[in-house]
């Protein structure tokens, strides 16, 4: 097995969050790849009934099942499994209470909606213990069965809520077996072997909520992770370029007789074009400012953050080999 030092040695449960439209489950997969680099093993989990990992690895939907699903960069290997929240009920009731067999009936009385529907906090300590068992697990040998589990989770105005078990379900069973479970759950949760990531674009909107997520994840004695910025687009214009266009001093003219003397247009055209292109600088001016604005905003968490560029092909498998790499390279797998 490659060694290797990352900004999270000793984390082994990655939880990956993110306003929608982020790319949070791109992020949770190639995260998954990066980690398992190397000849590790690694479980990626989702528990949103959306079926995204099967999308992004171009495969059939996953069953119930931890199955495997791609071969990682140098040796290693990614499995998955897309927790049903229904199966889980029906597991834990055969676990705590030998009701296996009662439970399938129960499901077609509804009584596992009725259960989830009215604690839903319930729902949550099913899907994330079975991810916390996944992360505890050992095999025959003593050693744990997966050496990471990153966790594709909901999004960020929802994460602290799914991840406080103990809290949620404290109005539910002050004691037995499911406090028990959510005991145990929490305990990991919030243990130095987790790290709550945050996936974020360079915009206003995502930017505000990755911080009062961080905000509340804290308050709420959860592990922050990292913060990975993804879609990012590197500027084609040097600074003084862009300053220039932002205060409105770009010189068309100039331009024109730039475009001419290069041969790429002459008289009337050359004035046309080196007004719209102009117009695209100042576009462009004025995006790369206010992504530069909101970059300095997510300093103040005083987190380890992670750029993944924009893939101009779009999100594929090589898509998501080459951002696993980027991960890699910056120390954040």
Do not use: C
Not at 34 to 53: D, F, N, P, T, Y
Not at 139 to 152: C, I, P, Q
Not at 278 to 297: F, I, K
Not at 309 to 314: E, K, N, P
Request: zero cysteines.
């Amino acid at each position: 097995m490659e060694s290797r030092d990352t900004d999270w040695d000793g984390v082994r449960l990655h939880v990956v969050t993110g306003k929608g439209g982020t790319g949070k489950t791109t992020v949770a997969a190639a995260l998954a790849l990066a980690l398992a680099s190397g000849g590790r093993k690694v479980l990626l989990v989702e528990v949103e009934g959306r079926q995204g990992i099967a999308q992004i690895f171009d495969l059939p939907p996953l069953p119930y099942e931890e199955r495997k699903i791609a071969v990682a960069p140098s040796g290693g290997d990614v499995y998955a499994l897309a927790v049903d929240p229904e199966e889980a009920m029906l597991e834990y009731m055969e676990m705590f209470y030998g009701m296996r067999r009662a439970g399938r009936a129960l499901t077609k009385m509804g009584i596992v909606d009725f259960a989830t529907t009215v604690a839903p906090g319930f729902r949550d300590v099913l899907v994330t213990g079975k991810t916390t068992e996944a992360v505890r697990r050992r095999a025959k040998n003593g050693k744990r069965v997966y050496d990471a589990v990153v966790l594709d989770a909901p999004p960020t105005g929802r994460i602290t809520r799914f991840l406080n078990v103990t809290q949620e379900v404290a109005g539910l069973a002050k004691v037995g077996p499911i406090k028990n479970h959510s005991d145990l759950v929490s305990k990991v949760v919030k243990s130095p072997e987790t790290a709550v990531h945050f996936v974020t674009l360079l915009e206003e909107m995502p930017v505000q909520e990755t911080l009062d997520g961080l905000t509340e994840l804290r308050s709420a004695g959860l592990p922050p992770g990292g913060i990975f910025i993804n879609m990012v687009r590197d500027s084609l214009l040097p600074q003084s370029a862009l300053d220039t266009a932002v205060k409105g001093r770009f010189d068309v003219g100039e331009l024109a007789l730039g475009l001419k003397a290069a041969g790429l247009a002459d008289g009337h055209d050359a004035t046309a074009i080196a007004e719209a292109l102009s117009a695209e600088v100042a576009e462009h001016a004025r995006r790369t400012e206010l992504e530069q604005d909101e970059r300095r905003s997510l300093t103040t968490a005083n987190l380890p953050s992670y750029d993944l560029q924009l893939l101009a092909d779009g999100v594929d498998l090589a898509g998501l080999y080459e951002l696993a790499e980027s991960m890699r390279t910056q120390g954040a797998a």
